[in-house]
T-cell receptor, first 115, second 112 residues
Framework: KAGVTQTPRYLIKTRGQQVTLSCSPISGHRSVSWYQQTPGQGLQFLFEYFSETQRNKGNFPGRFSGRQFSNSRSEMNVSTLELGDSALYLC??????????????FGEGSRLTVL | KNEVEQSPQNLTAQEGEFITINCSYSVGISALHWLQQHPGGGIVSLFMLSSGKKKHGRLIATINIQEKHSSLHITASHPRDSAVYICAVLYSPNFGNEKLTFGTGTRLTIIP
């Protein structure tokens, strides 16, 4: 069974640009959640999608957005990139109808560097 | 103030020792996760708890909802257990919205 796949794994952007990251969950998983990890702030929750709807949201500005497609694949977008957006972006998928009913399966992450 | 506090921040032990990592939280939660992160970034989910105790191999996780505290124990520790262990709690900061909040992690090093 394939795991959670994130693309791209590494990318470099400049300030002001925008970026789109992709996450393909484990087959059958309907919940996809996104996280940002930085050395200073640690892991922080961005948002969670379930059946194409954003169900839960963390405390990030509107520059951070996402969506989920009918096949459960998800994308997140960051517009007007800032230096502080440099981070490892992780997604996780889970099986249950509510994401507190089972374990989370994480992808390897997309490492974004903003210059 | 962080909703989730972990201790210790760093822990070095000899192979074979019994390891305990603690997680305290200040909010009412619906679930708590223990995660393991190896160098390079990959995160593995170890346990999801809402009450009681779970065991998987040499790993044991317990939670006390009344005391808002959870512990992760590793028996017969091995160098391959060296990683960062992260506690995360699922709670509702406001109606209709659930959030997963993470501790800062415990860096565990097991010396052969």
């Amino acid at each position: 069974k394939a795991g959670v796949t994130q693309t791209p794994r590494y990318l470099i952007k400049t300030r002001g640009q925008q970026v789109t990251l992709s996450c393909s969950p484990i087959s059958g998983h309907r919940s996809v959640s996104w996280y940002q990890q930085t050395p200073g702030q640690g892991l922080q929750f961005l948002f969670e999608y379930f059946s194409e709807t954003q169900r839960n949201k963390g405390n990030f500005p509107g520059r951070f957005s996402g969506r989920q497609f009918s096949n459960s694949r998800s994308e997140m977008n960051v517009s007007t990139l800032e230096l502080g957006d440099s981070a490892l972006y992780l997604c996780a998928s889970s099986f249950g109808g509510a994401w507190d009913t089972g374990e989370l399966f994480f992808g390897e992450g997309s490492r974004l560097t903003v210059l | 103030k962080n909703e989730v506090e972990q201790s210790p921040q760093n822990l070095t032990a000899q192979e074979g020792e019994f390891i305990t990592i603690n997680c305290s939280y200040s909010v009412g939660i619906s679930a708590l996760h223990w995660l393991q992160q190896h160098p390079g970034g990959g995160i593995v989910s170890l346990f999801m708890l809402s009450s009681g105790k779970k065991k998987h191999g040499r790993l044991i996780a317990t939670i006390n909802i009344q005391e808002k505290h959870s512990s992760l124990h590793i028996t017969a520790s091995h160098p391959r257990d060296s990683a960062v262990y992260i506690c995360a709690v699922l709670y509702s900061p406001n109606f209709g919205n659930e959030k997963l909040t993470f501790g800062t992690g415990t860096r565990l090093t097991i010396i052969p």
